[in-house]
């Protein structure tokens, strides 16, 4: 079940809300109920927050009874129950980028380090800056991978993409530089990434690969 980002989340609650009552342990209207009723709460658009907050609250938990192992029910039920988790945000922010949702991920990584500013929840910066990048913001990309590195010395991941933005953006002696100082690091430079691929989104006939 997926719920149009052009559904306004009253509207959606309805429409949900409807399904639940047709079948209250359908896990996906319950995930997405209680998504909708912390989506009210957020933007100020709740008429009840008590009722909101009540039934987003019991949505989330009926729905985390029936998840089983559904990766999309716990991630909406969790963000209804505690939407100030920042690992949480991170995690959602890096799934985000591997599924080709650039912008989505950044929104998402963004809550991650303003919620825990002074411990690391993860390479936000890396993914952030690996998010412009896909995006084809190139500045922006450079800028936060520097921070990411800054951060993190020791990470490979924010010099891989830093050495392919600066290629990008034709400053090849950079992106000399950054694979240098990534072969200190480690010998991979290019690491096999095809277990991110879904082999039932490859076409036919098509070169299957690290991406």
């Known amino acids: 079940m997926a719920i149009s980002s052009q559904v306004r989340d009253p509207e959606a609650l309805r429409l949900v809300e409807q399904a639940i009552t047709r079948d209250p342990r359908y896990g996906p209207a319950l995930a997405w109920g209680a ?14 927050r008590e009722v909101d907050r009540g039934k987003g609250i019991d949505f989330a938990r009926r729905a985390l009874e029936v998840a089983g192992d559904d990766p999309g029910i716990m991630a909406n039920a969790a963000m209804a129950l505690n939407p100030n988790f920042a690992r949480g945000w991170h995690v959602s922010g890096a799934l985000r980028s591997w599924a080709g949702q650039p912008d989505i991920a950044i929104k998402h990584l963004e809550p991650a380090l303003r919620l825990s500013p002074r411990a690391r929840v993860g390479t936000s ?86 991406g």
């Open 125 to 210: 910066f890396a993914v952030i800056g690996q998010a412009h990048f896909l995006s084809r913001r190139f500045d922006e990309a450079v800028r936060t991978l520097l921070l990411a590195m800054q951060d993190n010395p020791t990470l490979p991941f924010p010099y891989r993409v830093l050495a392919a933005c600066y290629a990008h953006m034709d400053r090849l002696a950079e992106a000399r530089e950054i694979v240098k100082r990534l072969r200190a690091i480690t010998s991979v430079a290019i690491p096999d990434a095809s277990y991110l691929r879904n082999p039932r989104a490859v076409p036919v006939g098509s070169a299957a690969g690290g």
């Open 35 to 48: 998504l909708c009723c912390f989506r009210l709460l957020e933007n100020g658009r709740s008429e009840d």
